[in-house]
């Protein structure tokens, strides 16, 4: 059907145009630690080539595709910029990470280049206006992420919420996505938010006992930082009773799907047992996945190229991540936009507008439907994980959020017992879908979503100016030895959810 629709849309390709060869410089880093290296992700891009290629019998559409490596930073923009000598690129696709895709994507625009990447997924990229004018998210941003858990905290009732995640003051990851937590949750729950920052040596930080506390404190504990450090922290937190079901435990993991789920607990060492029990406390928010036919086909063809290339240091390369699925998805969109745009009498070289063309629409992705939102983010569902079989420790998806209408959906295996405070005052109760079944849950949800998109939505425009100050306040915690170097390239991207 995809195809289809794919084949029309190229076939109707203007005839008069004659052969394009669109050169594309994809910029994402060489080395296969990361889910998204290019070794990893270049099948992906062949097999939508191939895609487009198969649904355009004229051949009039061909793309060129050349590789430069991001290293993750700052060669990401040594790179546009020396290959871009002779000719510059039509399209650049990457880079994933926040600091390499700010500089990128400055340029981009200043060059009137379209820009799409399944990375830049830290909050400040969503001010398309200015110097991010040309960049396309195909993957969820951080703040689509973390509308789940607005919509969590409506839905519950929940009143305080601690955030605790590792900072590695280079790629800042978890830096990132915890800070869409704190912009979206800010304006809620006010002096109830807190932040935790882990840092330094191993035995450090897990002693420390003012993040127990802070653990003690809070209604719902929200982290972001490696799987062991989250079993350390979940194992120290069952040590305390701290998992007794006066606290909720949230991690994030949008990505790293061998980090999650059945097993995440286990490591065959003697805490096994412990840890089992310490994670019945712990849920897991993460992407909602979908498949279809089509879907297998790409898995298996992907599979096989990276098996044949024999990539160095690949872990786990068998398994198909967002991001391979995000950069196929990026060339489609191009590809689809690109044909519109040349329809209408623009070319190539029209950056702006093929970049217009790429949002607001909804298209169909490698996996399902691929929504872009009219500021040219992805729209994304999520999904709640939970352990629902505590004798075996195996998890299972137990709520959806959907983006496209705000929508909290609550599945057979809900726990509600699990998202219940125990042993703290009653939280009032505005939520009668516990009684009333699911007709009415869904209902709460629909008006829930929307009262909760609207009023997060000038919330977020009104505190925004707040934020610096407020923050300063909230994280006593968190060290001030980011030193003047971290801080020039922190406010490269604008970000304020740092000890600045
Ligand atoms: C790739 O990254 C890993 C982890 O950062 C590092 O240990 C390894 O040396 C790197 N490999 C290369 C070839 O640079
Ligand atoms: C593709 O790009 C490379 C360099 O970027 C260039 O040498 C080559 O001629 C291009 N191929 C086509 C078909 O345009
Ligand atoms: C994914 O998670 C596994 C298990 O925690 C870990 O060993 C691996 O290094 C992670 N991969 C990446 C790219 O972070
Ligand atoms: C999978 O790919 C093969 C060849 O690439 C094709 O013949 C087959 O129809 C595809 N299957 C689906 C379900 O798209
Ligand atoms: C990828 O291929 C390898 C070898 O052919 C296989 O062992 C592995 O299970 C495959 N992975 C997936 C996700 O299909
Ligand atoms: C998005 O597209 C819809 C129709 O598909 C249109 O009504 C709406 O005005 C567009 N929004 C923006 C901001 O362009
Ligand atoms: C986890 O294991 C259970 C039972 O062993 C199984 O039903 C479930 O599908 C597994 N979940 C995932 C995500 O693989
Ligand atoms: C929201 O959208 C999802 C996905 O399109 C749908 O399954 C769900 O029923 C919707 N929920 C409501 C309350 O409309």
């Keep these: 059907m995809a195809s289809l629709i794919l084949l029309c ?104 280049i379209p820009m799409v990447t399944a990375g830049a997924l830290a909050a400040a990229f969503s001010q398309k206006s200015g110097e991010y004018s040309h960049l396309t998210r195909v993957a969820p941003s951080y703040l689509k992420m973390a509308e789940t858990f607005a919509a969590m905290f409506q839905h519950f009732s929940w009143r305080s919420a601690l955030l605790v995640y590792e900072d590695d003051k280079e790629e800042r990851t978890c830096h990132f996505t915890l800070e869409a937590v704190f912009l979206l949750l800010d304006p809620d729950l006010h002096d109830h938010l807190r932040t935790h920052m882990l840092s330094g040596a191993r035995d450090e930080r897990l002693d ?114 967002m991001f391979l699925e995000g950069f196929h998805d990026a060339l489609l969109l191009y590809g689809i936009a690109l044909h ?68 909290f959906q609550v599945l057979p295996a809900f726990n509600t017992d699990r998202f219940t405070l125990r042993g703290r005052r009653k939280p009032s109760p505005p939520t009668p879908e516990k009684s009333y079944g699911l007709g009415v849950s869904a209902l709460t949800g629909i008006i829930v979503g929307a009262l909760l998109g609207t009023a997060l939505l000038m919330a977020f425009y009104f505190f925004r100016k707040n934020y610096r100050i407020s923050i300063d306040r909230r994280t006593r915690l968190e060290q001030c030895d980011i030193g003047k170097h971290r801080q020039l390239r922190e406010d490269s991207i604008r970000s304020n959810f740092s000890a600045a």
């Design 9 to 112: 849309v190229l076939l109707l390709w203007p005839l008069s145009s004659g052969s394009e060869v669109v050169d594309v410089l994809v910029i994402l880093p060489k080395n296969n630690s990361y889910l998204f290296s290019y070794p990893r992700v270049a099948p992906a891009l062949q097999y939508a080539q191939r895609r487009l290629r198969g649904a355009d019998p004229h051949g009039a559409l061909t793309f060129n595709l050349s590789y430069a490596d991001s290293e993750c930073g700052n060669s990401a923009l040594f790179s546009l910029v020396d290959d871009s000598c002779e000719k510059r690129p039509d399209l650049i696709l990457g880079p994933v990470c926040e600091y390499a895709a700010a500089s990128v994507a400055r340029l981009a625009s200043h060059w009137d």
């Design 208 to 321: 420390a006992e003012d993040l127990l506390h802070a653990v003690r404190e809070a209604e719902v504990v929200i982290m972001c930082m490696g799987a062991d450090v989250i079993r350390e922290v979940m194992l120290a937190a069952h040590r305390r009773r701290l998992t007794d079901g006066s606290t909720v435990y949230f991690n994030i993991e949008l990505f790293n799907t061998s980090s999650y789920g059945n097993g995440s607990w286990k490591r065959g060492d003697k805490l096994d047992t412990e840890a089992r029990l310490a994670y019945a406390s712990l849920n897991t928010v993460t992407l909602l996945k979908t498949v279809k036919p089509e879907f297998e086909n790409f898995s298996m063809e992907v599979n096989r190229s990276i098996q044949k290339e024999r990539l160095a240091d690949c872990q786990d390369c068998g398994s198909i991540n």
């Design 340 to 407: 519109e745009a040349t329809r209408k009498g623009f070319s190539k070289k029209d950056g702006a507008q093929i970049t217009a063309h790429m949002w607001n629409r909804t298209f169909e992705g490698i996996a399902g439907p691929v929504s872009m939102d009219a500021n040219g983010d992805r729209e994304q569902d999520f999904s709640i994980m939970a352990m629902t079989r505590p004798e075996e420790g195996s998890y299972e998806v137990v709520a959806n959020y959907f983006a496209i209408n705000g929508s």
